[in-house]
Nanobody, 123 residues
């Protein structure tokens, strides 16, 4: 069982930066693939980034070059560094953990989810 708690969301102006954090419980954190997804009002949950394996990361095209996912296995934490934020990045951001059942970009690959943290980017 893994419990995930996100933090770091908030209101930021376009062009600004935020760092989201996800704290995980459990002693086998390093064995899990970690992902970030987001969901805007009226839209489906969409993939943002994944730390899939050692040194292997994936990004949605919409955030590539602006967002960076990183993890600290010693702290049981994963982070999403977001730069050059745009109003279209506004969403609830979710952290997820899974054992790589399918592909990195599908929510089906992840078994555990956090409660989400709101990110709002003003124009």
């Amino acid at each position: 069982q893994v419990q995930l708690v996100e933090s770091g969301g908030g209101l930021v102006q376009a062009g600004g930066s935020l760092r989201l954090s996800c704290a995980a419980s459990g002693r086998t954190f390093s064995s899990y693939a970690m992902g970030w997804f987001r969901q805007a009002p009226g839209k489906e949950r969409e993939f943002v980034a994944a730390s899939w394996s050692v040194g292997i990361t994936y990004y949605a095209d919409s955030v590539k070059g602006r967002f960076t996912i990183s993890r600290d296995n010693a702290k049981n934490a994963v982070y999403l560094h977001m730069n050059s934020l745009k109003p279209e990045d506004t969403a609830v951001y979710y952290c997820a953990a899974g054992l790589r059942k399918f592909t990195p970009t599908t929510p089906l690959s992840y078994d555990y989810w956090g409660q989400g943290t709101q990110v709002t980017v003003s124009s």
